[in-house]
């Protein structure tokens, strides 16, 4: 069973920067993904960005594209999110997921296999 621990969140102004990092442990498959996505309070988890472990294949979505940066290094097993310009609006809690069989719907949380515990990024105004 693959497991997945998340770091770098933190407190930071409006316009700041954060790195995230999930450490991934077990083993993928040659067509997973991993996944990053938020929740904030009373919200529903929203996708952010994932990518296909093998390939490095990209995703984002349209709240994050031009200032978020996700990244793999397969042979440290781990994922990086990281976030430029940050908004109030991106304040939530942020977790990364495992996915398996990675080949669509690579937006739906529901499809993730395994999770981490999250890590908190707190945007001030």
């Known amino acids: 069973q693959v497991q997945l621990v998340e770091s770098g969140g933190g407190l930071v102004q409006a316009g700041g920067s954060l790195r995230l990092s999930c450490a991934v442990s077990g083993r993928t498959g040659g067509s997973s993904a991993i996944g990053w996505f938020r929740q904030a309070p009373g919200k529903e988890r929203d996708f952010v960005a994932a990518?296909?472990?093998?390939?490095?294949?990209?995703y984002y979505s349209d709240s994050v594209k031009d200032r978020f940066a996700i990244s793999r290094d397969n042979a440290k097993n781990t994922v990086s999110l990281q976030m430029n310009s940050l908004e109030p609006e991106d304040t939530a809690n942020y977790y990364c997921?495992?996915?398996?069989?990675?080949?669509?719907?690579?937006?739906?949380?529901?499809?993730?296999?395994?999770w981490g515990q999250g890590t908190q990024v707190t945007v001030s105004s």
């Open positions: 990518i296909n472990w093998r390939f490095g294949r990209a």
């Open positions: 997921a495992y996915r398996a069989i990675a080949l669509t719907m690579i937006n739906d949380a529901t499809k993730y296999d395994s």
